[in-house]
Nanobody, 116 residues
Framework: VQLVESGGGLVQPGGSLRLSCAASGFTFSSYGMSWYRRAPGKERELVARISSTGGSTNYANAVKGRFTISRDNAKNTVYLQMNSLKSEDKAVYYC??????????WGQGTQVSVSA
């Protein structure tokens, strides 16, 4: 099983980034997918979640209206489009997969930095 995040980097405030998480080794279309983040000195928090079919999404209040989660089950990939980035969005972003039995997988994380 692998979840490989990519797309992180350094961006100026107000800028955009698109994170990707490529999955392999399990039945991707059977898993709800989420993005979490951990900022320096803070607990890990849920950013966004998408159902296995992509028909349902949820967002943390801090990112509503700025971030969009989506998935392509044909490509076994989940995305996080991040717009209007703020300094407080700086964190390591993690991809998470969870099925109805409670099986959970995590990616290794990708760093997002927001600075002028």
């Amino acid at each position: 099983v692998q979840l490989v995040e990519s797309g992180g980097g350094l961006v100026q405030p107000g800028g955009s980034l698109r994170l990707s998480c490529a999955a392999s080794g399990f039945t991707f279309s059977s898993y709800g997918m989420s993005w979490y983040r951990r900022a320096p000195g803070k607990e890990r928090e849920l950013v966004a979640r998408i159902s296995s079919t992509g028909g349902s999404t949820n967002y943390a209040n801090a990112v509503k209206g700025r971030f969009t989660i989506s998935r392509d089950n044909a490509k076994n990939t989940v995305y996080l489009q991040m717009n209007s980035l703020k300094s407080e969005d700086k964190a390591v972003y993690y991809c998470n997969a969870r099925d109805y039995s409670g099986t959970v997988y995590w990616g290794q994380g990708t760093q997002v930095s927001v600075s002028a």
